[in-house]
Structures are given as C-alpha cells and as structure tokens.
C-alpha cells in the first residue's frame, strides 16, 4: 500500500519495545532531561534540553508486559542504579531467593549437586513476574510525561540512505487478501533524531536493520534457545517462597544444550518451564513435548500433583555472547537488549543487562543530541560505554560458554570448567559456532528411531492447543498472516521428503500443521497464525530460512497477565 497518504509524526527520540531494556532506556532519558532542565534554571547560558514529551515509545502488544515472558530470576544490579529507591517506589519483586539447588536428571531418578556452580548461586537476586516488573517500570515512564503507545507494532524501518530516520507502524483494519476493510487505518510515519531498536529477542525491524547494513558481519552467529514454561498453582507444604531449582540432562539427550528450571514466586505459585537449544540435530525434535515429558518426571510430577495449571507461554533466548553481538551504534540508531543478544547464557539471566544497556543508549542518545549530532560517529558512544562497563565484564567472563556445547553436554561441561578457570577463554579465544538451522539433520541421517510422544492427560500434561488457550493469545482472524513463508512447494516437497516438515514440532503453539491434500495425493503445510505465541522459534530454526515472523496487526498476541 505504498501509495496511501500517511501521516508524519516527528520526535526527537522513538524507542520500539516497551520491554525492560526500551523501558530502561526511556525512564532514563527522563532523568538526564530532569537534570538538565535543573541545570538551565541554574545557568541560563547551557544549551535547551530535550523534552519527556518528545520521546515515543513504541508497542506492540496490547498492553505494556502483555508479551513479556521469562521464568525469571533478576539480579537488580542495574535496577539500583536506575532507580535507587525501587523498594519504596514498590517495584513488585515477589521474593528475594531463598535457596539454590541443582539436580541431574534420569528418567527415573536424580542426583543433587553437592554444591551448586558459583554462576547458579542467586543470593541477593528476587525471583519475579516480567509482566508485573514491565508494568511498573512503564507507570514510572508515563509518570515523567513520556509518550508511551501500546498496540501499535513497528512494520518498516523508515532510512534516508543508510540513515535511520525513523519506523512506519502497521497499518490496522487490513483483510487476509491484503485489502482494506471498513474499518482501515494507514500507520504513520514516526520520524525521529535517534531510534533505539529494543524489541526483545529476533526483533523483526533489528533483523532488518542487521541485514540491510551487515551489523553482524565479522561476527558469530546468534544462537538461541526455546524457553516453554507454566505457571501453576499447587498445595501449600511442598516448596518455600524463593526456592530456584535448575536441572540438567533428561529429558533432552547428551547432545543437546538447555535444562529446566523451578522458581517458586510463593508457597503456592511456581513458574516451570524447560530451556532447549536450538541448535538440536533431529527435525522431530518438539520443544513442548519435550516440556511435558519433564513435568512427568518423578520429583516434578510429585510436586505438581494436584496443582492447577493457570499460565503458558513460550519464548526463545538469544544465547551466542559477546562474540555475537552485532555493531550496536549506526547513523541515527541504536540497538539495546535481548535485540542485540546481551544475555548471560551462563546464568540464563539478561534482564540486568536489557536495562544496563537501555541505560547507556539513553545516555548516549542524551549527549548526541544535546550536541546536535545523531551520526554513527556520535552515537558510537553508546557501543564504547557498554564496552567500558560491567556489561563487558560480565560477557567477556563467559564468551565462549555456548560454543563450548557444540558436541553435547558432556564436552561442553568440560570446556565450560575449564573457561570458568580460563577467564571465559577455554581452548580457544574464540570458539567458532554455526547457524542453530545448520545443525538439524535429515532424516535419512537421522535414521527411524521413534521419539517417545506425550499422551496429554489433560492434569499434569496437555496438548499445545490446550496451552496457547492458556496463553491467552488473540489476533484478529481477518488480516494477512505474520508468518511469511517463500516458497509452499519447498514445505510441500522438499522438506517434507528431506526433513520431515520439522516446524509442525519446533512450534510450541501449533501454528504450523500438515493436512492431507483434498485429493488424497499426499500432505500440505497449513498456518494456523491466530495460534501464535510470539516466541519467532520458526524463524530461527526452519532449516532453509523460507519463514519470515514479522508483526501481526498491533494488540495481537499472548497476554501474559501475572507472569
């Protein structure tokens, strides 16, 4: 629809994602504008300081928090420095950690380490809920004026040659077919001095912006993992407020990267969930059957036992480190957070970092404009300060530490003790790694040995349908499907004969689904969009890179409530 009026709207700084990273970024900004303003009244000679209401921050779900999800553990080291007095403020930290344990799994049995690795030790950390901790932070954003816009999703990066110079958002009220219905609204045009690109993990413009300039060039590949994870509630007496609980081994085989987790928000309200690499070697692989099989295991299901199940989600986990990292400054924009990969794969913790960085882009952005000057050369700041603070520290510590899995668990707890003494390095400065797509096999390579599949019971264990219900997701039925696949005969053929349609399992949310063929000559790929979770675990991980995840019509998607 290239040729419809839009309008323009300009601001001086546009931040698209209102997770903790944009939201960081944005609060932040507030101060120094604060600061700044106290500065002119004392000297009337300083130059004029940007305005709060000159700063959008753009969203696409319904709601600030309503996409954020994680089973998550914050280390408040970044939170003190941007709000020192968070406990008066009533930032809503459900407990501090109370314990810490770590148990190797069987199928049928489990060992507990006899002291838990020093990255998985998370005295002074709180165990909490992203949805609530997000919404707060946007209360203390829209509190200092800022322009905060939920269900508007960012379509298209607007440049001026390779210039940033602002996004399109989506265009609403817009038919399957493409066409506009009664009720159309063309996006606008948001120009900007600076845009901070904070989208959260695989963001669909970061991706673009990465591409079009080669960000990533020089660099490794980024790595991911599939987070799936529930809510549940469960008979007082079994677990303590704070517990954190990490497993390893089953159910994911010796050759595959991730682990469980257990945190317990009360007494009562535990958030489990399985962390799998993408980078697994057999198509038939199904993250959330491989979820339900870990909940079946004797000491989950004992604990789980008479529990309800109230919330699902699914979310995928940049994982590559610091040597993944793409150049995060450009002409007139930044790139903050899980967009950019700053996560501790190590810890699996990076909502620290998402606001650390936040921070420094906001920083820099203050300074560039305050200079009249949003050019790379300027906002290059930006990379040298993250560069220059904890946030490197903490990386470089552990900057080969998913590479060191490449061959499995065993060989990659070997090179991970032996960079924990190494300083991050191991046997090599730099480990090499692949594409997570690169490693699936076919199935003629794989061989015919079954998977063993869940029988859902519907109490303990459940089907996907019966968990994306649980996830609260919703789009409007009518409108073009987010999930852009190039080429159907590929899915149809090719890859149905070489490996097995694999998205039909990758999917958490059974968006993807192999229906026979109304003349009975065989299979054909069905999308089922309205289904998805946002987790972009098909855009990571289909292995001829044919499906595209952008956004869906601004306000669709998961709506994570307490979670």
């Given at each position: ?151 508007f999703a960012g379509s298209e990066i607007l440049f001026e040659g390779s210039r940033v110079v602002g996004v399109r958002t989506d265009d609403k009220g817009v038919d399957k077919d493409g066409r506009p219905k009664s009720n159309f ?350 987790c972009k675990t098909c855009d990571i991980a289909d292995p001829y890179e044919i499906i595209t995840w952008v956004c869906p019509e601004g306000g669709g998607g998961p709506h994570y409530d307490g979670m």
């Amino acid at each position: 629809m290239a040729d419809i009026e839009r309008e323009t709207l300009e601001t001086d700084v546009l931040i698209v994602g209102a997770g903790p990273a944009g939201l960081s970024c944005a609060l932040r900004l507030a101060q120094l504008i604060k600061a700044s303003k106290e500065q002119q009244e004392a000297d009337e000679s300083s130059p004029r300081g940007l305005t709060a209401e000159n700063i959008y921050v753009l969203e696409k779900a319904g709601e600030v928090g309503a996409h954020c999800l994680s089973g998550a553990v914050l280390d408040p080291r970044a939170l003190r420095e941007l709000v020192p007095d968070f406990q008066t403020q009533g930032a809503p930290l459900e407990t501090p950690v109370t314990a810490d344990a770590v148990y190797y799994l069987t199928s049928s049995g489990s060992w507990k380490l006899p002291f838990n690795p020093p990255f998985l030790k998370n005295h002074g950390n709180y165990i909490i809920s992203v949805n609530k901790f997000v919404k707060w932070l946007g209360q203390l954003v829209e509190k200092e004026g800022i322009n905060l816009f939920a269900g508007f999703a960012g379509s298209e990066i607007l440049f001026e040659g390779s210039r940033v110079v602002g996004v399109r958002t989506d265009d609403k009220g817009v038919d399957k077919d493409g066409r506009p219905k009664s009720n159309f609204q063309p996006g606008y045009n948001l120009r900007a001095k600076v845009t901070v690109f904070a989208e959260g993990t695989r963001g669909s413009l970061t991706k673009q912006l990465v591409k079009k300039l080669e960000l990533d060039r020089g660099r490794n590949p980024q790595s991911y993992t599939a987070g799936v994870k529930e809510l549940w509630e469960i008979p007082a007496g079994r677990i303590r407020a704070g517990q954190v609980i990490h497993t390893a081994g089953w159910p994911l085989t010796s050759r595959q990267f991730g682990g469980g987790f257990i945190y317990a928000l009360s007494d009562t309200r535990l958030s489990v969930g399985l962390v799998s690499g993408l980078d697994y070697e057999d198509p038939r692989f199904d993250p959330h059957n491989a979820f339900q099989r870990f909940k079946t295991h004797p000491r989950l299901k004992k604990l789980l036992a008479g529990g309800e199940m109230v919330r699902y989600g699914a979310k995928t986990i940049p994982e590559g480190g610091y040597f993944a990292i793409p150049q995060t400054a450009v002409d007139g924009a930044l790139i903050a957070g899980d967009s950019a990969g700053f996560l501790n794969s190590q810890r699996l913790k990076g909502i620290h970092l998402a606001m650390k960085t936040g921070m420094l882009a906001a920083e820099a952005v203050f300074d560039a404009l305050m200079k009249g000057d949003a050019s790379a050369a300027a906002l290059a700041a930006y990379e040298n300060n993250w560069r220059s603070s904890w946030v490197k520290d903490e990386l470089r510590k552990v900057r080969n530490f998913h590479q060191g899995f490449e061959n499995g668990f065993w060989p990659g707890a070997f090179h991970g003790a032996l960079q924990f003494v190494t300083g991050g390095r191991g046997l090599h400065a730099r480990y090499a790694s692949r594409p997570d797509f690169a490693h699936m096999r076919k199935l003629e390579v794989i061989g015919s040995a079954p998977i063993e599949k869940i029988k859902p019971d519907g109490k303990l264990t459940f089907d996907k349908l019966s968990d994306v219900y649980h996830s609260s997701t919703h789009h409007e039925e009518d409108q073009p499907s987010h999930l852009r696949v190039a080429d159907f005969d590929i899915c149809n053929n090719r890859c149905t004969a070489e490996y097995g349609n694999p998205c039909q399992y990758f999917c958490p949310a059974a968006v993807y689904e192999m229906e026979e063929k109304a003349d009975g000559s065989g299979k054909r790929l069905k999308l089922n969009p309205s289904n998805c979770v946002h987790c972009k675990t098909c855009d990571i991980a289909d292995p001829y890179e044919i499906i595209t995840w952008v956004c869906p019509e601004g306000g669709g998607g998961p709506h994570y409530d307490g979670m």
